[in-house]
């Protein structure tokens, strides 16, 4: 029996790749517009950075995580994440000591041991970026801006931002107090998930699917009601800071980060058709993570965007992907000599930046007309014993089907010319 892929995993086949590349450079392309730089961490690292980067109390390290000893008895967890190994590399790279902000970007995959369906896999991939060194709220629009910017281009246009402020230490301190003290006689009748959430991550349950829970707390009271006047300063500067930008939002106050290191600015870019996987994009402020982390003490902002959800929703909106071109020219080529020529000549186009093909399988001339016209050929280039004895090559252009004799020595030229 032969071996399957692993469930939750998919492959690209090369009929899909360019999508890939497409949103890459593009993504790529507008992070550096931006004056983002692009950071690559390793695909593993220590368990204990997601432990401490991503917390205890989360469902990625509670049940998602792909961990494993290796073989020197390391503990070793595949990333789930982006932000955690980049604020990690942040700290030991000492890159708090460059001018700041410091702006990075990321793409990456990661692993989460989930339940598979449309939209979530378990092993997929991420687009990033951090921000670090500034808790200016123009650097939250700045970072919405990215993704924003990025959807745009992309044409796909039924997305809604909603932000929220998920406050400080200061005032969630309070805040859990007020928002515990209505939990407390629903508590028996919200999902164990929830019940555990009560001591360690309040705020957690706002944000639970469950019907039961969400019909018991329809009237809690929400962080945003409650923040502090720094935090409602900082919120109505990303809100000016959108509406310059031109950049339509909702506030929805149901967004949360129960972890002490999420601060004030969380956002969701949400599109209405890929039902309950219809988080797009998901970000917001950590000024706590880095101290968290060990490193000095220093405000952060950033997203993450799942690729294979991005690619879902161009699907969904009819949005196609330009496809590549075809191959600039193939070789046909029939006869020994002939077909000596065509390695030299093929080989001579390809160093000149050229992209071509010739047969590889001992095709008769009219199946290798067919092959060139699948790999959608803009020429080809046909030599036989006739043309070498006067030392020309036919080309044929294949959209207009003209022929025409050039000059073997002239071909490589003549061609580049052609195809400028
Ligand atoms: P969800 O609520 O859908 O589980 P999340 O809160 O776990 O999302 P984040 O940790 O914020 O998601 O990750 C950022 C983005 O990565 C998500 O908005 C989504 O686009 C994508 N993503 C998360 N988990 C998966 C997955 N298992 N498969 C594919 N994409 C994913
Ligand atoms: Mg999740």
Redesign the pocket.
């Known amino acids: 029996m032969s071996i399957q892929a692993p469930r939750g995993t998919r492959d690209v086949l090369p009929s899909e790749t360019y999508k890939w590349n497409y949103v890459e450079s593009l993504f790529r392309e507008i992070c550096e517009k931006f004056g983002y730089k692009e950071i690559r961490t390793p695909i593993f690292e220590h368990t204990e950075l997601f432990h401490r980067g991503v917390g205890e109390t989360t469902d990625i390290v509670q049940k998602e995580m792909y961990s494993f000893k290796d073989n020197g008895g390391r503990e070793i967890t595949l990333k789930p994440?982006g932000t955690a190994p980049v604020v990690r590399s942040f700290i030991e790279n000492k890159l708090y000591a460059e001018p700041q902000p410091m702006k990075l970007f990321y793409i990456t995959p990661c692993f989460?041991y989930?339940r598979p369906q449309a939209?979530?896999?378990r092993a997929?991939h991420?687009f990033g970026v951090e921000a670090f060194g500034t808790s200016n709220p123009s650097v939250d629009a700045e970072v919405i801006g990215i993704a924003m910017a990025f959807y745009k281009k992309l044409a796909i246009t039924n997305l809604e931002l909603r932000i929220n402020s998920v406050g400080c230490p200061d005032c969630r301190k309070k805040y859990n107090k007020t928002l515990k003290e209505y939990l407390r006689s629903k508590l028996d009748k919200l999902c164990k998930t929830c019940q555990d959430r009560f001591d360690r991550n309040p705020m957690r349950i706002i944000d639970c699917k469950t019907d039961t829970c969400k019909e018991e707390i329809k009237d809690v009271p929400y962080m945003l009601d409650h923040i502090c006047e720094d935090c409602r300063i900082d919120f109505e500067e990303l809100k000016e800071n959108l509406t310059l930008m031109e950049i339509p939002y909702t506030v929805d106050p149901t967004i949360v980060r129960g972890l002490d290191y999420y601060t004030k600015t969380a956002f969701e870019i949400v599109s209405k058709e890929i039902g309950a996987?219809g988080?797009?994009?998901?970000g917001g402020r950590y000024d706590g993570l880095i101290g968290c982390l060990g490193g000095p003490s220093t405000p952060g902002v950033g997203f993450?965007?799942?690729i294979?959800?991005l690619l879902l929703t161009l699907q969904n909106n009819q949005i196609e992907i330009p496809r590549p071109r075809g191959l600039d020219i193939f070789i046909a080529a029939i006869g020994e000599n002939p077909s000596k020529e065509a390695v030299k000549l093929l080989h001579k186009l390809r160093l000149e930046g050229v992209s071509a093909d010739k047969d590889h399988m001992n095709r008769s001339l009219k199946a290798q007309f067919k092959y060139a016209d699948k790999q959608q050929a803009a020429y080809t280039i046909v030599i036989g014993d006739h043309e070498l004895e006067k030392d020309i090559v036919r080309l044929k252009n294949m959209d207009t089907g003209d022929q025409e004799e050039i000059k073997l020595s002239n071909i490589v030229q003549e061609l580049k010319n052609r195809l400028k």
């Open positions: 994440e989460r989930e939209g979530r896999l997929f991420q996987q988080t797009v994009c998901g993450g965007m799942g294979e959800r």
